[in-house]
T-cell receptor, first 119, second 114 residues
Framework: AQTVTQSQPEMSVQEAETVTLSCTYD???????LFWYKQPPSRQMILVIR??????QNATENRFSVNFQKAAKSFSLKISDSQLGDAAMYFC????????????????FGKGTKLSVKP | DSGVTQTPKHLITATGQRVTLRCSPR?????VYWYQQSLDQGLQFLIQ?????ERAKGNILERFSAQQFPDLHSELNLSSLELGDSALYFC?????WGQGNEQFFGPGTRLTVL
C-alpha cells in the first residue's frame, strides 16, 4: 500500500521569504500523480500544484514550485515570496494512475504541515 | 468556490443516532469521493462512486454507507454514531475517474457527536 509522510508538523516563515515543505512517499508503482493541497482556516481544500510522475520537469504555479525526486520518492513544495494568505495547513497527496479493476483514483494524504507566516 | 456543494455545514447529534450527509458534485462530474478528516486519523478516503455505481472502498466502517443517485448527487449515511465519528466529512468530484482528473472538494460537513 502507498503511504505519504510529512515530517514537519509545523513550519514558520517570514513574510516575503521562501519556505520549503517536505514530503516523502512510498510506492511500488511507476506511474502516479502527486499533489499539494492547501487548507486555510476556512477548511476548504484547495489544490495548489500537481505533478505527473512520468514528467521529469518540476511543476510550477506562480510562487509555488515543487522539487520532484522520483528515485528518492521525495516531493517538496517551495513557496517563494511568502504572503500572509499562505498561512494554512498543507497536505501532500498521492494518487495511483487509474487502472481498470484496480485503483479508482482516490487520494492518499500525508498528516499535513501547518505553515505560519510572520509579518 | 469549487462548484461542489455539501449540506449541512454543521451537524450536532448524539451517540447512537443516524445522520445523512449530502453532496452535489460539479455540473458534469460523474465521480464522487467521500473523505473523512479527523484529528487522530487525518484525511482518509472512505468510498467512491462513479455514475451511480460504487467503484472503490477505503477505510469505511460497516456502520457507514453511501449511494449516488441518478441525478449524480451522493449521500453518506452514518449510523450508530460514536464519539469517534466526530470529524469533517468532505465530498470531492471529478469528471471521470483517475487519469489525472482533478478532484474538486466541497466545503465539508462538520459532524459533532455528543
Amino acid at each position: 500500500a502507498q503511504t505519504v509522510t510529512q515530517s514537519q508538523p509545523e513550519m514558520s516563515v517570514q513574510e516575503a521569504e521562501t519556505v520549503t515543505l517536505s514530503c516523502t512517499y512510498d510506492t511500488s508503482e511507476s506511474d502516479y500523480y502527486l499533489f499539494w493541497y492547501k487548507q486555510p482556516p476556512s477548511r476548504q481544500m484547495i489544490l495548489v500544484i500537481r505533478q505527473e510522475a512520468y514528467k521529469q520537469q518540476n511543476a510550477t504555479e506562480n510562487r509555488f514550485s515543487v522539487n520532484f525526486q522520483k528515485a528518492a520518492k521525495s516531493f517538496s513544495l517551495k513557496i517563494s515570496d511568502s504572503q500572509l494568505g499562505d498561512a494554512a495547513m498543507y497536505f501532500c497527496a498521492y494518487r495511483s494512475r487509474f487502472r481498470y479493476g484496480g485503483s479508482q483514483g482516490n487520494l492518499i494524504f500525508g498528516k499535513g504541515t501547518k505553515l505560519s507566516v510572520k509579518p | 468556490d469549487s462548484g461542489v456543494t455539501q449540506t449541512p455545514k454543521h451537524l450536532i447529534t448524539a451517540t447512537g443516532q443516524r445522520v445523512t450527509l449530502r453532496c452535489s458534485p460539479r455540473s458534469g462530474d460523474l465521480s464522487v469521493y467521500w473523505y473523512q478528516q479527523s484529528l487522530d486519523q487525518g484525511l482518509q478516503f472512505l468510498i467512491q462512486y462513479y455514475n451511480g455505481e460504487e467503484r472503490a472502498k477505503g477505510n469505511i466502517l460497516e456502520r457507514f454507507s453511501a449511494q449516488q443517485f441518478p441525478d449524480l448527487h451522493s449521500e453518506l449515511n452514518l449510523s450508530s454514531l460514536e464519539l469517534g465519528d466526530s470529524a469533517l466529512y468532505f465530498c470531492a468530484s471529478s469528471v471521470l475517474w483517475g487519469q489525472g482528473n482533478e478532484q474538486f472538494f466541497g466545503p465539508g460537513t462538520r459532524l459533532t457527536v455528543l
